[in-house]
């Protein structure tokens, strides 16, 4: 099993629809990240959390929520999705001791 | 503002040649600088990483430079293989917190 699940792997949802994409992790880890990537533009991050009761905003988290359910289990919604928000979504896991972030398998979305 | 620049956006290299992706920051507060690797389909993983306070690592045929001073670092892969032919990201983060990632390049390595 992946150290770092994500569920669904795809979606493709109407503009104005509610959607949250899952991730779940194996590691242990305390800290948890959402992750955007678009051609040419990288990896750009939206939200993340050193543990349960901590969350932040990251460069881009306009028109993004997250829940963090459990230390494992960390979530992102979009509250009323628009195009603009098609993208491969990445949810990351990472040990406050450790260095190396563990990367899930993505979520490609797609607004229409 | 992109906190790490990344070049080229794309490179085909020969197979045997070398590959070369560079990177760059301003930050001077970055004290870990790792590169990740993503195939098709799949998520990053880690490839190899560096600390400042060293100027190279090498991994097998995969090489960091670090320049403090210029506030630069790259990876060469050596003996480039089409296996190697993936999406490259370079990152940096502070103090165990978020990474700030480059643009990424696109590695093609022609048998």
């Known amino acids: 099993d992946a150290d770092v699940t994500q569920t669904p792997r795809n979606r493709i949802t109407k503009t104005g629809k509610r959607i949250m994409l899952e991730c779940s992790q194996t590691?242990?880890?305390?800290?948890m990240y959402w992750y955007r990537q678009d051609p040419g533009l990288g990896l750009r991050l939206i939200y993340y959390s050193f543990d349960v009761k901590d969350i932040n905003k990251g460069e881009i988290s306009d028109g993004y929520s997250v829940s963090r359910q459990a230390q494992a289990k960390f979530s992102l919604s979009l509250e009323s999705a628009i195009p603009n928000q098609t993208a491969l979504y990445f949810c990351?896991?990472?040990?406050?001791?450790?260095?190396?972030?563990?990367f899930g398998q993505g979520t490609r979305l797609t607004v229409v | 503002q992109q906190q790490v620049k990344q070049s080229p956006q794309s490179l085909i290299v020969q197979k045997g040649g070398i590959s070369i992706i560079n990177c760059a920051y301003e930050?001077?507060?970055?004290?870990?600088f790792p590169w990740y690797q993503q195939f098709p389909g799949k998520g990053p993983a880690l490839l190899i990483a560096?600390?400042?306070?060293?100027s190279e690592k090498k991994e097998g045929r995969f090489t960091i430079s670090f320049n403090k001073s210029a506030k630069q670092f790259s990876l060469h892969i050596m003996d480039s293989q089409p296996g190697d032919s993936a999406t490259y990201f370079c990152?940096?983060?502070?103090?165990?917190?978020?990474?700030?990632f480059g643009t990424g390049t696109s590695l093609t390595v022609i048998p």
């Open positions: 930050n001077t507060a970055f004290d870990y």
């Open positions: 990351a896991s990472r040990g406050s001791l450790n260095t190396e972030a563990f």
């Open positions: 590691k242990g880890h305390d800290r």
């Open positions: 990152a940096a983060s502070i103090m165990g917190n978020q990474f700030y």
């Open positions: 560096i600390r400042p306070d060293v």
